[in-house]
């Protein structure tokens, strides 16, 4: 079965640093894996995705991704970070599945972003 | 654009109550998702339905009821509410199959069970 981990339940990093969020998954073949945004009160809204092709993927607000295939990570990066970009973030990763798209959600990483 | 819209946001129901979480979307996709989410669980899918009267178990169905007469409508019924269903539910759509079709979400329903 398929399974994401997400090692950093909580993150602090200053405004306009970089930043780094780590996803591991458990999938036997090409997974297709997302990278999803809660702020607080709010519904998931989707960054970015991988299924195929090139490994570096860019989303929405100035993220990227990288799938690495010989790590089993799908990490989360942005180069400088804005105070409005504490928020809650999930990686997930899909399936198919009994005729559908099973997405796994990983636990969570919730960002804090100090001045 | 209305998206997917949830109500009640918020709901306070006491033990061994029926409820039902309403869910309606816009954009006409085949696909619907009711989640939960609990700290420290993420995201847990409860039940899905692929088209209108077409609904099967997810990971953690004990407990409730879908149904889904028409394609917008989606509701979720917890039959006689306990205090382990206090949660965030979450109730999402994505278009027909497709090689990872986004899922798009809904604001969420805060429910409490006293």
């Known amino acids: 079965a398929q399974s994401v981990t997400q090692p950093d339940i909580h993150i602090t990093v200053s405004e306009g640093a970089s930043l780094e969020l780590r996803c591991n998954y458990s999938y036997g073949a090409t997974p297709y894996l997302f990278w999803y945004v809660q702020s607080p009160g709010q519904g998931l809204q989707l960054l970015l995705k991988y299924f195929s092709g090139d490994t570096l993927v860019q989303g929405i607000k100035g993220f990227e991704a990288e799938f690495k295939r010989s790590q089993s990570s799908f990490n989360l990066r942005k180069p400088s970070v804005h105070w409005s970009d504490a928020a809650e973030y999930f990686c997930?990763?899909?399936?198919?599945?009994?005729?559908?798209?099973?997405?796994?959600f990983g636990t969570g990483t919730k960002l804090q972003v100090i001045p | 654009d209305a998206g997917i819209t949830q109500s009640p946001r918020y709901k306070i129901t006491e033990t061994g109550r029926q409820v039902t979480l309403m869910c309606h979307q816009t954009?006409?996709?085949?696909?619907m998702f009711w989640y939960r989410q609990d700290l420290g669980h993420g995201l847990r899918l409860i039940y899905y339905s692929a088209a209108a009267d077409i609904t099967d178990k997810g990971e953690v169905p004990d407990g409730y009821v879908v149904s889904r007469s028409k394609t917008e409508n989606f509701p979720l019924t917890l039959e006689s509410a306990t205090r382990s269903q206090t949660s965030v539910y979450f109730c999402?759509?994505?278009?027909?199959?497709?090689?990872?079709?986004?899922?798009?979400f809904g604001e969420g329903s805060w429910l409490t069970v006293v």
């Open positions: 997930a990763v899909g399936e198919w599945s009994g005729g559908y798209q099973k997405v796994t």
């Open positions: 999402a759509s994505s278009e027909a199959p497709g090689s990872g079709n986004t899922i798009y």
């Open positions: 954009w006409s996709h085949s696909y």
